[in-house]
């Protein structure tokens, strides 16, 4: 038999709350239930990972197990062998793998990832329900580890974000971007954080991306404020003096790809990949 772990777990006013829901052949068999004051989103997701499997090893007729979740990179933790902040809970995770696996050679277990916004019925079901489960709680309750360090890197941010929009830390000449809701990307560490996410593991594309945001970049616009008596012409021949807003817009050298969602981050990185010239050294004459 198969157990279908549904599993998710949300944050609301420092309180997490992680959920469960357990189906065998097709029908629903169970379901848990946990609350936890002042953790990270990591540590709940983990733990109804944790709740879901612990059930499930519970019934000897199960030879399959499927955790069905939003957060993979969660799930990845399980098996993660250096030094991290989680070892407790994946161990005991792989205590009762362990089991599980030594009732026979024939079982297994999967890990389904399965985006919120796909809204599928099984996993949908139980993000509604995390969501708009509310716990008051009665008492006080200390801090875990990590959701420490979450506050003293929120506060962090919080400086940096206030020192880089009110001084001139910024530049002039900084292109502001937005997300995919339209608002202007703030740094994050969360998730792969705001851009590094989108760019990968490219250090070219990396290093391009950088040249372009701050504008410090082999461009005419750029060179003129350090060779005065330069011809500083676009090779298009179609403005005087090659500069971002014309690569990015009008030049007819580059792919046009740049649509009007010019503010979009995507739509920037799909420009520069597809255009890896374009704020290159090596189109840096002209």
Known sequence: ???LVASDASIKNNVATSIAHIHMADKPLMKTIHHAINVTSTEAEL???KC???QSICFNNISKIVIITDSIYVAWRIKDSSSHSFQTMSA????DLCDFFNRSNDNSIEFWECPSYLKWALHNKVNKETKFFNFMPLFL???SWDFSKKI???DIIKYWKMTFQASELKGNHFLDLLDSDNKIIEPTYAKGGSWLKLIGYLNLLCACTIRAITNHAPISKYRLRFFLREEFRCPCSHYPIKSRCHILHDCVRFNGYW???RDSFSH??????LNPNAFSFCDSVG
Request: charged share 10%; proline share 4%.
């Open 141 to 143: 309750c200390k801090n």
């Open 52 to 54: 879901g499997i612990n």
């Open 92 to 95: 005991a995770i792989l205590l």
């Open 1 to 3: 038999m198969v157990a």
């Open 47 to 49: 733990f109804t990972i």
């Open 268 to 273: 920037f990185i799909m420009f520069l990949v």
């Open 259 to 261: 649509n009007p969602k």
């Open 152 to 154: 003293e890197s929120n």
